[in-house]
T-cell receptor, first 111, second 114 residues
Framework: DAKTTQPNSMESNEEEPVHLPCNHSTISGTDYIHWYRQLPSQGPEYVIHGLTSNVNNRMASLAIAEDRKSSTLILHRATLRDAAVYYCALAGGTSYGKLTFGQGTILTVHP | NAGVTQTPKFQVLKTGQSMTLQCAQDMNHNSMYWYRQDPGMGLRLIYYSASEGTTDKGEVPNGYNVSRLNKREFSLRLESAAPSQTSVYFC?????????????FGPGTRLLVL
């Protein structure tokens, strides 16, 4: 299974944009790129996912490199409620959706 | 809708004891999953069920068994608990149209094996 690599931690100030990177150099052509976040003592929560094109939703944007070997989750204006562990994960399109998670990035948001 | 529910929320076992973690979803999803989360390790897939009546091993299946009781319920059993199975266990479900849909996670079961 393809692996993902993320920085251990990042910091941001409130109301500033945050760019969370993820490397997935061994990604296959059918792997979807997913992002989840996890608040303390809760289960992971879906943020966004994509295959090749950049994606936007009400929570965030996902920028996917042209060669698909990396991606960036963009939070346009960080709030204190965005402080969480953010996981980049891959899910094969033909593998029953099994997610392979990275180690996660701890995002700290300063007021 | 309750989404994905898990019981119990917290459990303490002694080495060698057995227990079953319960998971249920009310979203009519086809696929269900069990993950474990250890500090610094992210989430790792233990077992999954692509549809009612089928189960398959994930990355770390040793020491566990699963049962897909019906479309709603997917249980995880530890036959003889070991301290290495101390972890937080998450159940998840997914509709599955083969389009990379998201998984929905339960709140987790914290298990301590002494």
């Amino acid at each position: 299974d393809a692996k993902t690599t993320q920085p251990n931690s990042m910091e941001s100030n409130e109301e500033e944009p945050v760019h969370l990177p993820c490397n997935h150099s061994t990604i296959s052509g059918t792997d979807y790129i997913h992002w989840y976040r996890q608040l303390p003592s809760q289960g992971p929560e879906y943020v966004i996912h994509g295959l090749t094109s950049n994606v936007n939703n009400r929570m965030a944007s996902l920028a996917i490199a042209e060669d698909r070997k990396s991606s960036t989750l963009i939070l346009h204006r960080a709030t204190l409620r965005d402080a969480a562990v953010y996981y980049c994960a891959l899910a094969g399109g033909t593998s029953y959706g099994k997610l392979t998670f990275g180690q996660g990035t701890i995002l700290t948001v300063h007021p | 809708n309750a989404g994905v529910t898990q019981t119990p929320k917290f459990q303490v076992l002694k080495t060698g004891q057995s227990m079953t973690l319960q998971c249920a979803q009310d979203m009519n999803h086809n696929s269900m999953y069990w993950y474990r989360q250890d500090p610094g390790m992210g989430l790792r897939l233990i077992y999954y069920s692509a549809s009612e009546g089928t189960t398959d091993k994930g990355e770390v299946p040793n020491g566990y068994n699963v049962s897909r009781l019906n479309k709603r319920e997917f249980s995880l059993r530890l036959e003889s608990a070991a301290p290495s199975q101390t972890s937080v266990y998450f159940c998840a479900s997914r509709w599955d149209r083969g389009l990379g849909e998201t998984q929905y996670f339960g709140p987790g079961t914290r298990l301590l094996v002494l």
